[in-house]
């Protein structure tokens, strides 16, 4: 079974960068048919999109985040990462990362993690 | 594309049937995805492809439509189906755009 875990600092400070990584378990972060992707969402907000990457290192980003944005895969470890720089409250959000299916959906999610922006 | 889920939140018995709709402000063909997320946990897919229920999924769950209208239909409400539930176009993959979030709550 496919299981996704997320792990970084759970309180950053304004202006400072934000960096979790996602482990991948039970299967490979290798294979051709998916990308892994980044969504986050806000206390008692929706779901965004951050971006999208896949084991060659080719990467989507959401254009609202692309300024700020840094995404990499490490497939000797199975794991992929996420940094976002210059961070403030407005970054405060629950960080999944999950299976991003190509042309098609997000099939497996990890437990997110609650990242708080705050001085 | 801005993705619209209506109603904010539908308030149903158990055993009754729930019907959620999402609609794209353009056509998204049957890239549509359906989602369920309950208080502290991560979104689960239920629908993909508008209509193709995701692994292990009961059959009371369903989707229909195309292009810009999109319903999720719960057909008997059970206990464990109280969540939000969110759609996702993803037309122009891998970028998606979900709606606000349908809230389902026991009546």
């Known amino acids: 079974q496919l299981q996704l875990l997320e792990s970084g600092p759970r309180l950053v400070r304004p202006s400072e960068t934000l960096s979790l990584t996602c482990t991948v378990s039970g299967g490979s972060i290798s294979s051709r048919s998916f990308f892994w992707a980044w969504v986050r969402q806000p206390p008692g907000g929706g779901l965004e999109w951050i971006g999208s990457i896949n084991y060659s290192g080719t990467i989507y980003y959401n254009p609202s985040l692309m300024s700020r944005v840094t995404m990499s895969v490490d497939t000797s470890n199975n794991q992929l990462s996420l940094r976002l720089i210059s961070v403030t409250a407005a970054d405060t959000a629950v960080y999944y990362c999950?299976?991003?299916?190509?042309?098609?959906?997000?099939?497996?999610w990890g437990q997110g993690t609650l990242v708080t922006v705050s001085s | 594309i801005v993705m619209t889920q209506s109603p904010a939140t539908l308030s149903v018995s158990p055993g009754e049937r729930a019907t959620l709709s999402c609609r794209a402000s353009e056509s998204v063909s049957s890239s549509l995805a359906w989602y369920q997320q309950k208080p502290g946990q991560a979104p689960r897919l239920i629908i993909y492809r508008a209509s193709t229920r995701a692994t292990g999924i009961p059959a009371r769950f369903s989707g229909s439509g195309s292009g810009t209208e999109f319903t999720l239909t719960i057909s008997s409400l059970q206990s464990e189906d109280f969540a939000v539930y969110y759609c996702?176009?993803?037309?122009?993959?891998?970028?998606?755009?979900f709606g606000q979030g349908t809230k389902v709550e026991i009546k």
């Open positions: 999950a299976r991003d299916a190509v042309y098609s959906s997000m099939d497996y």
């Open positions: 996702q176009e993803y037309n122009n993959w891998p970028s998606g755009t």
